[in-house]
């Protein structure tokens, strides 16, 4: 963890992680469940603000904010961020849909 720090006003910590990963970029599915293991809290409680891994390099440093309760995210945070998580899910929904006709 490079960076941890308490916001009361939003009920939420701020943090920077740095992952060491093996092989392929990991997904933001993949992040969230890993950065939620590794702070203790929901997955439905974290937003994922930047994702980000230089060319060639073995680490991703995460940017995401940690909610006490989701609807105090919800209230916070900007829409784009839980379309990001939910556009993959109706895309492979839809896609799973059509596999079946």
């Known amino acids: 963890m490079v960076k ?3 916001n009361p006003l939003f ?4 943090v920077q992680v740095r992952m060491f990963i093996d092989g392929a970029t990991p997904t933001r599915k ?3 469940s890993a950065l939620a293991s590794a702070l203790g809290v929901q997955e439905d409680r974290i937003a994922l603000k ?3 891994q230089e060319y060639g390099e073995r680490v991703v440093t995460v940017f995401a904010n940690a909610y006490e309760d989701a609807d ?3 209230r916070v945070e900007q829409e784009h961020y839980f ?5 993959k899910k109706a895309a ?3 896609q799973a849909g059509q596999g079946g006709a």
């Not at 009920?11 to 701020?14: P, S």
């Not at 379309?83 to 556009?87: A, H, M, P, V």
């Open 4 to 6: 941890d720090v308490r």
């Open 11 to 14: 009920k939420r910590r701020e």
């Open 30 to 32: 993949e992040v969230l």
């Open 50 to 52: 930047e994702v980000k």
């Open 72 to 74: 105090t995210m919800k």
């Open 83 to 87: 379309k990001r998580l939910e556009g």
């Open 92 to 94: 492979e929904n839809a």
